[in-house]
Structure formats: C-alpha cells, structure tokens
Nanobody, 114 residues
Framework: QVQLVESGGGLVQPGGSLRLSCAAS???????MGWYRQAPGKEREQVAA???????NYADSVKGRFTISRDNAKNTVYLQMNNLKPEDTAVYYC?????????WGQGTQVTVSS
C-alpha cells in the first residue's frame, strides 16, 4: 500500500499558474500515477496520467495548459497548471494505480477566481 499526500493548491486568478505535488510514502516506480479533480456537484474526472514508462495523457479540457511529470527518485508526481480558468476550480486528487489496486490522496483545493 502507498500513501499519497497532495500539496500546492490554493487561490489563483484566471490566467495564473499553480504546481501541485503528490508525495508518496514509498516507491512509485511501478505505479501509473494520475491526477483527478472533482468540482462541487460533479463526478470525479481524470485530468492527467503518466505511466511507469513516462507516457502521458490528458483530458481534452487541459491539453496544452497542464503538464504531468514524475520524479521516481523523490517518489513524487507533479501537475503544472498554467493559464488556469474558473472552470478548473475543484479538489484535485492524486492516484496511484497498479494492477487492480488504486490508492488516493486526500485532495487539495484549487480555486480560480478574480
């Protein structure tokens, strides 16, 4: 089992940037890592993911604005978010997948507002 702790959320103006971090309690080398978000009244949706080989994929709504990366030596995954929009407001969750197992962090709030 791996424990995940997200950080880096906050309040930012439209057009601004934030970098989220997800620190794992143990090695993430064999995990597919992802970022999800859940806005009030909406279902949780995948924002970005990165495989253990470094292959990435993104939701259409964030392509060209968000970048997911991983540092296996630090057991950490990042989500760089640029040109943020009010519709990006949500709680952002980190996930770690391996086989049939999925682990979640507790989430970090991102609010985009002027």
């Amino acid at each position: 089992q791996v424990q995940l702790v997200e950080s880096g959320g906050g309040l930012v103006q439209p057009g601004g940037s934030l970098r989220l971090s997800c620190a794992a309690s143990s090695s993430i080398f064999t995990y597919r890592m992802g970022w999800y978000r859940q806005a009030p009244g909406k279902e949780r949706e995948q924002v970005a993911a990165i495989s253990m080989y470094g292959i990435t994929n993104y939701a259409d709504s964030v392509k060209g604005r968000f970048t997911i990366s991983r540092d296996n030596a630090k057991n950490t995954v990042y989500l760089q978010m640029n040109n943020l929009k009010p519709e990006d407001t949500a709680v952002y969750y980190c996930s770690a997948d391996r086989g049939s197992f999925r682990f979640w962090g507790q989430g970090t709030q991102v609010t985009v507002s002027s």
